[in-house]
């Protein structure tokens, strides 16, 4: 047999390979702290991120899950970019965008291209319903309805002087407001 006559047999190979891939990961909500996430090659991230079947509850976790297997991987730069490109900013909340994403992400700022990226979906969102029709709608993913829950870490260290310095700004406005009314 020729190698050219097995070539159908490779395609079928390979994608039920990334349909493999895919239904591992999914839903990303659970899967994308685990080790088999982080340790993917960024070949491999690359066929889960692309896949409409993706099962997410929101395209918020599959910017969380790039940034964290960027991290872990030490992915910057020019080896981000491409992934980068696979998340759908515009299917983010516009709260998400504003307060975690940020156009100074501090991974995501490392791509050249991402503050278009960023800003393209903030305007998306300040558009009307009208006009993001016109720009048309983003491609979902495949919905995961179940509740999700996230461990998150926080640095007590910076709460705590957060909170010092906003008692310490209280006390000084409310000590130079005591006036007298006539």
Not at 133 to 160: H, L, Q, S
Request: glycine residues 2%; hydrophobic residues 35%.
């Amino acid at each position: 047999m020729q190698e050219h006559e097995r070539l159908p047999e490779m395609v079928l190979f390979i994608s039920r390979c990334e349909e493999f891939l895919v239904e591992e990961f999914s839903p990303l909500d659970s899967q994308w702290s685990n080790e088999d996430f982080l340790s993917l090659s960024s070949n491999g991230l690359q066929k889960v991120l692309s896949s409409n079947e993706l099962c997410v509850s929101s395209e918020n976790t599959v910017f969380l899950a790039l940034m964290k297997w960027a991290e872990v991987n030490e992915a910057f730069d020019d080896q981000l970019e491409p992934l980068l490109d696979l998340v759908r900013f515009k299917s983010m909340s516009i709260n998400y965008l504003h307060d975690v994403v940020t156009s100074d992400h501090p991974i995501a700022s490392t791509v050249a291209k991402f503050p278009l990226l960023f800003e393209e979906a903030v305007f998306y969102h300040a558009f009307s319903k009208e006009r993001q029709c016109e720009d048309g709608e983003p491609i979902g993913r495949k919905a995961y309805d179940e509740p999700v829950v996230f461990n998150w870490t926080v640095d007590i260290g910076e709460d705590v002087e957060v909170e010092r310095k906003r008692r310490s700004s209280n006390r000084r406005i409310s000590g130079s407001t005591d006036m007298k009314c006539s």
